[in-house]
């Protein structure tokens, strides 16, 4: 379970706006990354706060209510399907972070995320596991993935027949029984090799990311 320990020793340490970040959605063949950002407020504690992948999503909702009206400050913020084709989901990830985290206002002066670092001179902390050892990240984590969920069940009726509203648009068996079946859709990640290999004759082809050496393989090494 997830505490507040790291925050108060950053507190003691002397930084007044710790905020913590995570992601939803890395792992995802459809769709925008999410992320957000949370500053608590030390002094309206929010009760239940865990890993978003830990709670039933009704609860998560109840929680995210109560993040955006207790915080000191949030934001929530993605980066679309066609940056993550472009420069890969790791750095697209991370680009929706220092997004979210440009968002708070008052801003933050201390980062704690979920193993990554973002591109921002800020002084933070990786932590592995983050959203289940750190408050703040897991705020941002239920922030995160109630903001996307409520996205993919919005496309679910603009591409009817994947389940995105059931799937998420993850790597499940009637999700990619849907792309062998349908296809595609604009918004899925070329760059994934299942959404690849679904792709019909007369859709843009991937060509590969920005970056030079850039592999596959390293897109899921922080799943």
């Known amino acids: ?36 950002a949370v500053v608590l407020n030390p002094s309206k504690a929010i009760r239940g706060l865990d890993d978003s992948k830990q709670l039933h999503p009704e609860r998560r909702e109840i929680l995210a209510a109560r ?13 679309d399907v066609f940056e993550i084709d472009r420069v890969n989901i790791l750095q697209a990830s991370r680009l929706a972070m220092r997004r979210a985290i440009e968002m708070l206002q008052p801003a933050c002066d201390y980062l704690l995320v979920d193993f990554v670092t ?16 750190s408050f703040s990240i897991a705020a941002a ?14 496309w679910d009726h603009v591409f009817p027949g994947y389940g995105l509203a059931s799937n998420k648009g993850y790597m499940t068996p ?14 899925h990640r070329f760059s994934f090799e299942p959404v690849r290999a679904s792709s019909r004759p007369g859709q843009p082809a991937w060509t590969g990311y920005i970056q030079p050496g850039s592999q596959q393989g390293e897109l899921f090494a922080c799943l």
């Open 67 to 79: 993040i955006r009206d207790r915080a000191a400050a949030w934001g929530v913020a993605a980066a």
């Open 118 to 133: 973002v591109d921002l001179p800020l002084p933070q902390k990786g932590l592995i596991h983050g959203d289940a050892r």
């Open 174 to 187: 009637d999700h990619l029984a849907a792309l062998d079946r349908l296809g595609p859709t604009s918004l």
């Open 1 to 36: 379970m997830p505490t507040s320990r790291y925050e108060r020793a950053l507190r003691g340490a002397g930084y007044r706006a710790v905020a913590g970040v995570d992601e939803a959605g890395r792992g995802s063949l459809f769709g925008p990354v999410f992320a957000a």
């Open 141 to 154: 984590s239920i922030l995160a993935k109630v903001a996307r969920d409520a996205a993919l069940v919005a």
